[in-house]
């Protein structure tokens, strides 16, 4: 395990090298802490004959826990290559369609994990809504970040989950805050995104700031979505989408770039008219073909 584990630290030494490269700039716009006590709590809820799943618990960005499924293939060469998988704006680690994904990705040999976000699925606090996109604020949208690298750090510290081959999934907001994270932590090797978007800066009041003294790091995804290459990044979105206007999606492919993947799918933001499970098993084609291909790290670029 402790081999394992120095092995894995090196891949979180990469995200210093990567600050090193980005200048005076801060080397992220939300905090991580690779080095803070995850306190990891683990406890089996079920299984099948292709999988197990478990409940995780660890200490989050702010000190909060934060609860998580865990699916771990039966069968399969050790270690696995594994994927943070997250949400929309609505949902939790219990929602249908993320566990069906789930269970199509350990189908394939993949390790899951799905964290319940800040007000979300059993961090719902009583009495409270969830947030419309709007009421997003920086702080919220960071914690959110924060948590997906805690989150990515308990994935690491696992001695069946090979550290080179950490993939992140998001559909709708876990794609929004997702590339945000994954453009900014190098440990991920392959990025999904799912009728996501960018260019929110008009909606969500200090995704953008300037306080007077020193610049501070935009949070909006079409800000950092860039600092994924040369890692493989693929943006899927479709043409009746009735919460991500096409604007935005478009605005958050021309700021990736060329070495990008974008497909459009004549449908609406729930997939309602296609084939969900076609849809998703064409996504894990993706990152499984590249992650095959060898991905060249970003701390390298």
């Not at 293939?73 to 680690?93: E, F, M, R, S």
């Not at 979300?120 to 419309?132: Q, S, V």
Request: proline share 7%; hydrophobic share 40%.
């Amino acid at each position: 395990m402790k081999i394992h584990l120095h092995v894995c630290l090196s891949a979180v030494g990469s995200v210093v090298a990567f600050a090193s490269l980005a200048g005076a700039e801060p080397a992220t716009p939300f905090p991580m802490a690779h080095g803070k006590p995850l306190n990891v709590q683990v406890r089996r809820v079920s299984g099948t004959s292709e999988y197990q799943q478990f409940r995780v618990e660890f200490d989050g960005i702010s000190g909060d826990r934060v609860p998580a499924y865990l699916y771990v293939p039966q069968a399969g060469a050790k270690p696995c290559p594994a994927v943070l998988l997250q949400y929309g704006i609505g949902g939790n680690k219990n929602t249908d369609y993320i566990v069906e994904i789930g269970q199509q990705f350990v189908a394939q040999g993949f390790i899951v994990l799905t964290i319940d976000a800040p007000m979300r699925g059993e961090r719902k606090r009583p009495g409270t809504k969830r947030p419309l996109l709007g009421q997003f604020s920086r702080s919220l949208f960071s914690q959110y970040c924060g948590d997906y690298s805690r989150a990515v750090d308990y994935l690491a510290s696992r001695p069946d989950v090979d550290c080179k081959r950490l993939c992140y999934m998001g559909i709708s907001w876990g794609a929004i805050t997702g590339v945000t994270y994954a453009a900014n932590d190098p440990r991920i090797r392959v990025v999904a995104s799912m009728v996501g978007g960018g260019n929110f800066a008009g909606l969500l009041s200090g995704w953008r700031a300037d306080d007077g003294k020193k610049s501070i790091p935009s949070l909006d995804p079409v800000d950092n979505v860039a600092r994924i290459a040369p890692r493989p990044l693929l943006m899927l979105n479709v043409t009746q989408d009735q919460l991500v206007p096409r604007p935005y999606a478009e605005a958050l492919h021309k700021a990736a770039g060329k070495g990008a993947e974008v497909r459009w799918l004549e449908t609406d933001h729930f997939f309602r008219t296609v084939n969900r499970q076609e849809v998703v098993a064409g996504v894990i084609r993706f990152i499984q073909r590249k992650l095959k291909a060898g991905i060249p790290s970003a701390a390298g670029k």
